[in-house]
């Protein structure tokens, strides 16, 4: 059937490879038995080939094996005896090494990625040196702005740490996405730590082009300003170091922040207007005319362009994936295969990852492929003509009809995927679409380039174009203002699961293989007579898979609804937030709480309530938060609420009432009256709560706690946190916040009756000045959970704490080893579950 993609023999092989990479990701260590298998598989093959019969299983696996074992070096690597690895978490170090890449400039600093050489010590007996090897991501602090480039080499001194990230269902992987740059070591220094021994003055190529590239970004920021100035650099030379967050939500706002970021769809536009550039300059030529030739002379003078741009714009993984994939269709063109344009894109496809087998986990790669899969989907189906068979009186009504189907292909191609990784849908994408990728990719993007190409020639033609390029993207720039603004422009999603997107892939698939019968019918037209549509038998496969398609979706939809309103636990979730604290709180048939969001110092370095806290509750299908509570406003437990309050629906906000003279409370404030949030205060503010068949108590502070302030000085904010208890049945939960030794004191003695718990989170973070014994033996917990970082600067929680604990007899979890920590009660019964089944261990 026409529709039977998998007729075409390299589509099973990239998918059977792409499954052999996941596997190898998802369950690395076992290379030899991969190794081993691949021989089998190879013997099998040649055995199915010498005896003449044809072997399913013997490929299957080989390629499934072949895929495993490729990603074995990022996944499982098998590290050498002087790699910096075995020297991280341990002391101060002095590091040598050579920046590997172009530094990434941010308005707080500096990040490299170094080369590590050397490594020194300085002890009592003396400096101890060593040869090492592997590459470090290092962190410049704000400060004096260092003159570094690619290539320099420099000496660092500060704490060397191995890569971890936040372990949450459904999170960011910040230890995968280093891995697969082959960094696993990082390190934070200030500015005067860093010291440059030698300048790079070796002329390579890739100095030639950066000086290039440096040349350029001067003659554009000579001849544009503002937005439109770093939004020419990022089309041009791929520089985005410019482009604010404010910026950047914009335009993912409106649906276009994909023209940010140099991929498939730039190289694209360039090599299509570059091809048909030379194919009309060389029809006039009648040697290659006759020949049919002009075509094949204009896609191999295509490749001159189109790997120049790719080069300039720094060849970043996106960008040399798209030019691995313009060239297979530009080599298939020229191989008179383009016909065939789904084989091609796998060809593609096996290229990209047998080169580089991590591209399969980037969301560039999934974007570009999905869209461009859907697009050939759609446009290789015969579409009906019409009843007449009569020309259309504007044929360019045709073409834009074609865009504008193109459009709407791309953007239901990648709309799963942009969920699961932005969690934002643009309302008015297509429309954005079809006048900003025009105007960028055929007017903006060819004369930016057309200045870099001339500027060794005339600086002032060069400036000519930049400001052209300049003046069209401000005025695209003013549009995209107003409709980012206005209030329907986008959507906040919650995160679809893997089986929803291959369910939605499925049906879309199938929608838009009976399209064209489906249109043929409703114009009155005898589909089964036209050319090249589908046949009855191939429709009644079609609706089958849809159908099976259709129930699972419905299966799906019942699931969810029962886990987020029908269920009849109660379910706490500790959220692995590094240094802070974070829970979210399910009660029976709904209703969410959340105490505590986590947070850093600074929300523009690293926001937690957009990164970390809000995507936990995107995977758990959960838009409204009934209830966000403020223990105290200490950044670590503050500032990750800022971004929940703003972008979900939030009912009340629970506190104390005590302010903080800080740029994050003001902010949370502000939010939390522009939102019309309920904010009862202390005194108003009731102790006790029913949700559901759940309790839910506010044991501390006194609500005279202000006014003791002044006569008890150890009254400061951590002591001043609200402490609440949640419970249902024979189980209970407790969030004492910061309280120290003093308040612990004073609990016990007010609330003595009302403290025993199941579960106790520890008290700040499981610090040396919380937990004393009294506390302990009042609270009288089955399980501890600690909220803290892995490696972090306060170290928590602290040795003599951890040994309280086990003296004790406790179970214990730590969302630096742990991950994120869920629990389930019904009331009767509790099940913990960790991201990472890890104990921590007596010390």
């Known amino acids: ?83 910096v690895i075995h020297h991280a978490d341990s002391q101060k170090w002095i590091v040598i090494g050579i920046i590997a890449e172009e530094p990434v400039v941010r308005p707080k600093g500096q990040k490299l990625i170094v080369e590590a050489s050397g490594l020194e010590t300085v002890l009592k007996t003396g400096n101890r040196q060593y040869e090492v090897c592997g590459r470090i991501r290092i962190t410049v602090g704000e400060g004096e702005e260092l003159d570094l480039n690619r290539g320099d080499r420099i000496r660092v001194s500060g704490r060397l740490k191995r890569v971890y990230g936040f372990h949450n269902p459904g999170g960011f992987n910040y230890e995968r996405y280093l891995a697969f740059q082959k960094i696993w070591c990082r390190m934070w220094v200030s500015p005067k730590r860093v010291v440059i021994l030698d300048h790079s003055v070796s002329p390579t190529l890739s100095g030639r082009v950066e000086k290039i590239r440096q040349t350029v970004a001067r003659l554009v920021d ?215 990728v025009p105007l960028v990719g055929f007017v903006v993007v060819p004369t930016g380039l057309l200045g870099m190409f001339i500027h060794p020639v005339s600086t002032f033609l060069a400036t000519t174009c930049f400001n052209v390029a300049g ?18 422009a986008s959507l906040k999603t919650i995160t679809p699961s893997m089986i929803e997107v291959i369910i939605y892939y499925v049906l879309v698939s199938m929608g838009v293989m009976l399209a064209p019968a489906f249109l043929a019918y409703l114009k009155g037209l005898n589909w089964r007579m036209q050319p090249g549509l589908i046949g009855v038998s191939d429709i009644k496969i079609i609706v089958t898979i849809a159908l099976v398609a259709g129930v699972a979706a419905v299966v799906d939809v019942g699931y969810w609804t029962y886990q987020r309103y029908w269920h009849r636990d109660l379910k706490v979730t500790v959220i692995d937030v590094g240094t802070g604290s974070a829970a979210v709180v399910e009660f029976p048939r709904g209703p969410v709480m959340l105490i505590d969001g986590g947070g850093f110092s600074d929300n523009s370095v690293f926001d937690v309530g957009a990164r970390v806290v809000a995507p936990v509750l995107w995977r758990k299908k959960i838009m409204t938060v009934d209830t966000i509570v403020l223990s105290h406003p200490n950044s670590d437990h503050l500032n990750g609420l800022i971004y929940i309050a703003e972008h979900f629906h939030v009912g009340r906000m629970w506190s104390n009432g005590e302010s903080a003279d800080t740029e994050g409370y003001r902010k949370f404030k502000a939010v939390i009256a522009q939102r019309k949030i309920s904010a009862p205060s202390f005194r108003d503010l009731a102790k006790a709560h029913e949700i559901n068949g759940a309790k839910v108590n506010i044991l501390y502070p006194p609500e005279t706690f202000m006014q003791k302030d002044t006569d008890e000085h150890w009254r400061d904010t951590n002591n001043n946190s609200l402490v609440v208890r949640v419970s249902m049945g024979d189980f209970s939960f407790l969030f004492p916040g910061d309280i120290e030794k003093q308040a612990e004191k ?85 099940k913990i579950r960790p991201a990472i089944e890890v104990l921590l261990s007596p010390i």
């Not at 033996?777 to 306060?794: E, F, L, N």
Request: glycine share 10%; net charge positive; with cysteine.
């Open 471 to 488: 003046y069209i993207l401000e005025m695209t720039l003013v549009g995209t203002h107003f409709l980012a603004d206005l209030p329907f």
């Open 222 to 436: 000579q001849s544009v300003s503002g937005e439109s100035r770093e939004v020419l650099k990022a089309l041009v030379i791929g520089d985005r170091s410019g482009i604010s967050p404010s910026l950047r939500e914009m335009f993912n706002r409106t649906g276009i922040g994909h023209l940010l970021a140099i991929s498939g769809l730039h190289i694209g536009i360039v090599a299509s207007v570059a091809f048909f550039l030379f194919k009309w300059l060389l029809s006039y030529s009648r040697f290659l005319l006759h020949r049919a030739w002009a075509g094949k002379f204009a896609a191999i003078f295509t490749f001159i362009p189109v790997i120049i741009y790719g080069v300039m714009a720094g060849m970043s993984p996106s960008t040399q994936r798209a030019l691995v994939m313009v060239a297979v269709f530009l080599l298939a063109y020229l191989a008179g295969k383009i016909q065939d344009a789904f084989n091609t894109l796998a060809v593609a496809g096996v290229v990209i990852l047998a080169v580089y087998p991590p591209a399969i986990f980037s969301i560039s790669f999934q974007l570009s492929f999905a869209a461009v899969a859907l697009i050939i989907l759609g446009i290789s189906r015969p579409w009906p003509e019409s009843r007449s068979g009569v020309v259309p009186r504007f044929p360019i009504m045709k073409k834009i009809g074609s865009l504008m189907a193109g459009t709407v292909l791309a953007i239901l191609g990648t709309l799963p995927l942009v969920m699961q990784s932005f969690n934002e849908v643009s309302l008015i994408g297509i429309g954005t679409n079809l006048l900003a």
């Open 1 to 83: 059937m026409p529709a039977n993609i998998f007729a075409r023999p390299i589509i099973p092989i990239l998918l059977i490879y792409m499954g052999g990479i996941v596997l190898g990701e998802r369950f690395p260590g076992y290379g030899g038995w991969a190794i081993g298998t691949i021989v089998f598989a190879i013997a099998a093959v040649g055995w199915g080939l010498r005896q003449r019969r044809a072997t399913f299983a013997g490929p299957v696996i080989l390629f499934l094996a072949l895929g495993y074992l490729s990603i074995q070096p990022w996944a499982a690597p098998d590290f050498p005896s002087h790699h």
């Open 746 to 830: 004073e609990l016990v003695v007010i609330r003595r009756d009302e403290l025993p718990s199941t579960i106790l989170i520890a008290p700040h973070h499981g610090s040396r000045t919380s937990s004393t014994s009294i506390f302990l033996k009042t609270v009288s917990p089955d399980t501890v959970v600690i909220s803290c970082a892995r490696g972090g600067r306060y170290h928590f929680p602290h040795p003599t704490v951890l040994k309280r604990y086990h003296r004790r007899g406790y179970q214990i979890f730590s969302t630096a080893r742990n991950g994120a920590i869920q629990m389930v009660t019904d009331g009767r019964k509790i």
